[in-house]
Nanobody, 126 residues
């Protein structure tokens, strides 16, 4: 797995916004991968996939649809998660995942098998 570094978390009030960033560590390139996602794990909760991007589309968990947007910037070799209208239940540590998947329709399934987790970035909404 490519080693990934998440950043951009913080503490915001209910209704606030944050933009998370995910970059590969040195000597690796996210742009070489085509199946990327953001997960989160809240207190006493399982890690869940909240957004994924793959060739030809994106996918969102119902709980974040229309509030979160995942984008990939190949020039900056970064994957972003723009989070708007944040709610207290969005409080969690957020992690990114990146893989190569030949079949875009299998991207979500592949991400759910991802095991190369980084340190994550904490998001707290109060």
């Amino acid at each position: 797995h490519v080693q990934l570094v998440e950043s951009g978390g913080g503490s915001v009030p209910d209704g606030g916004s944050l933009r998370l960033s995910c970059k590969a560590s040195a000597y690796a390139y996210i742009s070489s991968l085509n199946c990327m996602g953001w997960f989160r794990q809240g207190p006493s909760r399982a890690r869940e996939l909240v957004a994924a991007v793959y060739p030809g589309g994106t996918s969102y968990a119902d709980s974040v649809k229309w509030r979160f947007t995942i984008t990939q910037d190949s020039a900056e070799d970064t994957v972003f998660l723009q989070m708007n209208s944040l709610k207290r239940e969005d409080t969690a540590k957020y992690y990114c995942a990146a893989e190569y998947e030949r079949m875009p329709q299998l991207c979500v399934a592949r991400l759910n098998r991802f095991a190369g987790w980084g340190q994550g970035t904490q998001v707290t909404v109060s």
